[in-house]
């Protein structure tokens, strides 16, 4: 493995970890010409399938998007990264469970909302709020109604 940064051809490994889901080993490694650690992950890679876009384009199933649109909606909440790739994990897993060469994007960002919602409520609604294309804060309220936070949250009916 090369080092990130000074690009020395040769690292070592100084901690191996499986992660807890059993689909990933993490690795520290260490540079000897930079002395700089870093962390690498390793994991199959299987083919998933394609995605079809709502325009009936279609779409290489791409991890890192998926991942990063994740991130995104959990910006600033108390979730653990080992949380988060639990949850990747998880999708990558339904997506292969379903046998599937295509699936259609709405299942797919249906099944992401479903694991957000288990790991965090506020982030399910960002993250729905972008994928559903909320126009305005009706949608917002009628989303927030479907959990009954309305009354306990003090937000104004």
């Not at 099944?111 to 965090?120: C, F, N, S």
Request: charged fraction near 35%; charge should be positive.
């Amino acid at each position: 493995m090369r080092c990130p940064f000074c690009w020395h051809d040769n690292t070592q490994v100084v901690d191996s970890r499986v992660s807890e889901d059993g689909t990933t080993i993490r690795r520290r490694r260490r540079c000897p010409a930079c002395d700089k650690r870093f962390t690498t992950y390793e994991r199959v890679e299987l083919a998933l399938p394609t995605v079809i876009k709502s325009d009936g384009t279609r779409v290489e199933f791409d991890r890192s998007k998926m991942l990063s649109s994740i991130q995104l909606a959990l910006r600033k909440r108390p979730v653990a990264a080992e949380k988060i790739d639990a949850v990747v994990a998880r999708i990558e897993y339904q997506l292969l469970a379903s046998g599937e060469r295509e699936v259609r994007s709405k299942w797919f960002g249906e099944l992401v909302m479903e694991e957000l919602l288990k790991l965090d409520e506020i982030a399910y609604v960002r993250f729905a709020s972008v994928y559903r294309r909320f126009e305005d804060v009706s949608e917002f309220k009628k989303l927030i109604d479907e959990f009954g936070w309305s009354s306990a949250a003090g937000i104004r009916s």
